[in-house]
């Protein structure tokens, strides 16, 4: 007999995940906290839908790619450039893409 793995836990768990996708997307595209995500140099997906980065909990130091000022993290997840640079260029400070 096959065992019946679909139970309600994994459909609420599910769900779960598709409801979070689809905040993320809707503020995704409402960009309801343009002015805040500008402060902080990030780009909308970054900002909205990358938002959950997963590293490590050891700092990590990281020079900024465009003036090499040091940075520290406090995972293995590092921003590309400092936030100087980031608002300076209108790029985003992870990903390095022009924020709109
Ligand atoms: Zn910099
Ligand atoms: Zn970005």
Aim: hydrophobic share 25%; glycine share 8%; net charge positive.
């Amino acid at each position: 007999m096959v065992k019946d793995s679909y139970s309600k836990d994994t459909k609420y768990f599910n769900k779960r995940i598709i409801e979070k996708q689809t905040e993320k997307l809707l503020r995704y595209y409402s960009d309801p906290d343009k002015k805040a995500r500008k402060e902080q140099g990030l780009c909308k997906f970054c900002y909205y839908y990358n938002c959950d980065r997963i590293g490590g909990c050891a700092i990590t130091i990281k020079n900024c790619e465009n003036c090499g000022t040091e940075m520290s993290f406090g995972s293995t997840a590092t921003d590309m450039y400092c936030l100087d640079c980031a608002i300076e260029n209108g790029i985003c400070k992870q990903c390095g893409q022009k924020i709109d």
